[in-house]
């Protein structure tokens, strides 16, 4: 089997004999690779490789192969910018970003900026993770498109199980101390008030992004608190991490989360959770196994028992970039955003459409709860997570403050 190298040299010379270089698209991944981030960045690192290979192996976009530049931000917005520069003059065409919406603010700014005042050397940002509901609404613009449902779609779906659930009276908001942790509490707080306006808020917390090493002190303020139930955005360590603090603390509540399923997660709660983790995504293995066999290829190609198919959004969106880049006959970032607007493709579980309007990817919905009755388990474990409800794309839509600005 040839290796990646000596294919990529064989296009090459192929090009060169017919008197001309192929460029290759060049696609830039800027997200943690190091520190307390890195499992979620590492993770969709690796399946962003993955459908950059699977497309190559197809015959590239429009005949071109795509090339992943990778680089470590240290979820740092300065950090993001430096690289986002270097990414660029190193012929990025494409930004891939997605953990921490204080650097995506950062390069949705940078791009646009960029993109005005470097006519014909435009890129596209591919947010797949930071959901800020800010980023498709006061700061949307035409080259940014997430792929990921924003908070506020989210907390719909969390508030909408927890409104049917009359033994929750109490809850404790803990949230990472950025925007969009602010953006959680300030979710959680308004549709609670508008569904459930019985329920008690008894802690409001916001902490510093993967600094936190030890939550035993906040497991102490929600044990104190008398909560039933936790509301938390966190993410990477800071979700593990809390799941560990609170089973050495005996802390017996219900978690709502955004990212309750994340790599480390599952082990770190284990049986505890069992009944009581919740958590709200585009996926679960327990639905994608049986559907999916790009999930079955990416378990063999990836085989540590952490190498889960998480990033199902990611198919998603290399999924609209392919009908895209074929609707546009180019990879030119331009027509790329152009055929993109609006695009409507059927998944698996149901259709998704890429609103024209705000550049939101409209995808279903599931909340789902931690059990030891699923035919897959997670991470080498025999828990994962069982369906409580889907919810169709269709309806996962809100209004929009965005006010598009289009090129020409």
């Known amino acids: 089997m040839r290796t990646a190298s000596q294919l990529a040299n064989l296009v090459l010379a192929a090009a060169l004999s017919c008197g001309h270089a192929r460029a290759d698209l060049k696609i830039a991944y800027i997200d943690p690779l190091s520190g307390g981030a890195a499992s979620a960045g590492v993770s969709a690192q690796k399946h962003i490789v993955f459908y950059a290979d699977k497309i190559n192996a197809a015959g590239g976009l429009n005949g071109e192969k795509i090339e992943v530049l990778s ?87 969390l508030t909408d199980a927890i409104a049917k659930d009359a033994k929750i009276k109490k809850i404790y908001l803990i949230n990472q101390d950025y925007s969009f942790g602010k953006a959680v509490s300030a979710a959680a707080k308004s549709m609670l008030a508008a569904k459930r306006p019985d329920i008690q808020i008894v802690g409001d917390e916001l902490h510093p992004l993967q600094k936190v090493q030890d939550f035993s002190p906040y497991v102490a303020k929600i044990k104190a608190s008398g909560a039933d139930t936790v509301i938390t955005g966190n993410w990477s360590n800071d979700m593990l991490l809390l799941f560990k603090a609170g089973k050495d603390a005996g802390l017996k509540v219900n978690y709502y989360t955004y990212y309750g399923g994340g790599l480390g997660s599952v082990p770190a709660i284990g049986k505890d959770g069992v009944g009581a983790l919740k958590q709200v995504t585009e996926m679960h293995n327990n639905v994608l196994r049986e559907l999916d066999p790009d999930e079955i290829a990416f378990r063999k190609r990836y085989t540590d028992k952490a190498d889960e198919f998480y990033y199902w959004r990611l198919k998603n969106t290399f999924a609209l970039l392919v009908a895209a880049a074929a609707k546009a006959k180019s990879n030119d970032p331009v027509k790329l955003a152009r055929a993109l607007e609006g695009m409507k493709l059927d998944t698996v579980v149901g259709p998704m459409e890429m609103r024209a309007d705000n550049h939101q990817l409209l995808q279903p919905l599931f909340v789902s709860t931690l059990s030891d009755k699923v035919k897959n388990g997670l991470e080498g474990t025999p828990l994962g997570f069982a369906t409580d409800r889907k919810i169709d794309a269709k309806d996962t839509a809100l209004p929009t403050s965005c006010k598009m600005q289009r090129p020409g």
């Open 71 to 157: 680089f470590d931000n240290k979820v740092n917005p300065q950090e993001s910018l430096i690289v986002l520069k270097k990414a660029i003059d190193e012929g990025a065409r494409i930004v891939f970003q997605g953990n921490g919406s204080a650097v995506a603010h950062a390069i949705t700014d940078a791009v646009l900026k960029h993109n005005e005042r470097n006519p014909g050397k435009e890129v596209l940002y591919f947010n797949y993770a930071a959901i800020d509901p800010a980023l498709t609404n006061e700061k949307c613009h035409f080259w940014h498109f997430r792929f990921d449902a924003d908070v506020d779609m989210k907390m719909g779906a």
